[in-house]
């Protein structure tokens, strides 16, 4: 919630969010982008921080070697899905979270591997980028009153 208030609402998220952007607009437009890139990468980095931190002292107990989880494509892959929205990356999360979880569910009663949940998740991201990719380019993807105007 409070990086969403950060990026939405104040001075320096729309800052951040016009260097994303267009780099070059921004320090066409005297923006620091370097300052900006620098700062979102400590933010982003305290955040990891912060949730390695959660799983360690709450779910592991103490720092080991099963600790590597992988939760770099996923989190891409949910960041993807609720396009950048912070707000909408809670709902996306929990559902990945309920995938990932039921993973030991569909081995024991489907009888498939454990690699499932890793294909599932890599078929969204193959139906997410092919949507992005048609999404317009056709008639069937347009809204009909705009169709009409020329």
Do not use: W
Request: net charge positive; aromatic share 10%.
């Amino acid at each position: 919630m409070f990086l969403y208030v950060l990026l939405s609402r104040t001075t320096f998220g729309f800052a951040v969010r016009v260097s994303g952007g267009n780099p070059r607009a921004a320090l066409a437009q005297g923006l620091p982008v370097g300052k900006l890139i620098v700062s979102c990468c400590l933010i982003a980095g305290a955040c990891a921080g912060v949730a390695g931190f959660f799983e360690v002292a709450a779910i592991q107990g103490r720092a080991n070697a099963s600790l590597v989880a992988g939760y770099g494509f996923t989190g891409i892959l949910v960041s993807f899905l609720a396009r950048h929205n912070p707000l909408a990356i809670i709902p996306v999360a929990i559902m990945f979270g309920g995938i990932v979880a039921s993973g030991g569910l569909i081995q024991r009663r489907m009888d498939l591997p454990d690699a499932t949940v890793l294909v599932l998740q890599g078929l969204t991201f193959v139906v997410l980028l092919v949507s992005e990719t048609l999404y317009g380019r056709f008639k069937i993807f347009q809204i009909q009153g705009t169709a009409d105007r020329t």
